[in-house]
T-cell receptor, first 112, second 114 residues
């Protein structure tokens, strides 16, 4: 059973537009929610992360919105650029566990 | 970049042969992980280690075994490779899961089982 559900599977956005990727979880013990970015032929790399004590975190053009009651969180990429074209994974973990649970990934293509 | 290397980077093997993938880190991180990445499935945890000789199973551990005799090395073994194990394998490390420490990934190993 997928612990973290991610959508959409793929996304095409025009340059300058907003890219939005959504994730949902069930386990209320999760207390850390990172997003990873992966370019072709490379390993994933941490992009931005949030803890459930805040509803939003922003780093440059990247923002995580977190809704604890709905058990959902999303990544917003403002002013999307062709260089943002990559696969994005959401993930979740808890202090009481030893592992991260990843979503199935979203392939983002930003068209010039 | 975090000091993580994986070897080999590419391997083609035949069904039924044993295969060992190696992950080596220079960061002295406690946790090490093996994932496989397949289209439509994202990253799925195979096994992980929370210390030398301390390992546990992930969600897709069948057909795989691991060993960690030193902090810096984590080996993944396919005892008898099958075509369903064709995948890209990633090693990852993290210092801790407490306080949300970052998980760093290696460059990956592309394994093809014919």
């Amino acid at each position: 059973q997928q612990q973290v559900k991610q959508s959409p599977q793929s996304l095409i956005v025009q340059k300058g537009g907003i890219s939005i990727i959504n994730c949902a979880y069930e386990n209320t013990a999760f207390d850390y929610f990172p997003w990873y970015q992966q370019f072709p032929g490379k390993g994933p790399a941490l992009l931005i992360a949030i803890r459930p004590d805040v509803s939003e975190k922003k780093e440059g053009r990247f923002t995580i919105s977190f809704n604890k009651s709905a058990k959902q969180f999303s990544l917003h990429i403002m002013d999307s650029q062709p260089g943002d074209s990559a696969t994005y994974f959401c993930a979740a973990s808890s202090n009481t566990g030893n592992q991260f649970y990843f979503g199935t990934g979203t392939s983002l293509t930003v068209i010039p | 970049d975090a000091g993580i290397t994986q070897s080999p980077r590419h391997k083609v093997t035949e069904t039924g042969t044993p295969v060992t993938l190696r992950c080596h880190q220079t960061e002295n991180h406690r946790y090490m992980y093996w994932y496989r990445q397949d289209p439509g499935h994202g990253l799925r945890l195979i096994h992980y280690s929370y210390g030398v000789k301390d390992t546990d199973k992930g969600e897709v551990s069948d057909g795989y075994s691991v060993s960690r005799s030193k902090t810096e090395d984590f080996l993944l073994t396919l005892e008898s490779a099958t075509s369903s194990q064709t995948s890209v394998y990633f090693c990852a490390i993290s210092e801790s899961l407490v306080m949300g420490h970052e998980q760093f990934f290696g460059p990956g190993t592309r394994l093809t089982v014919l």
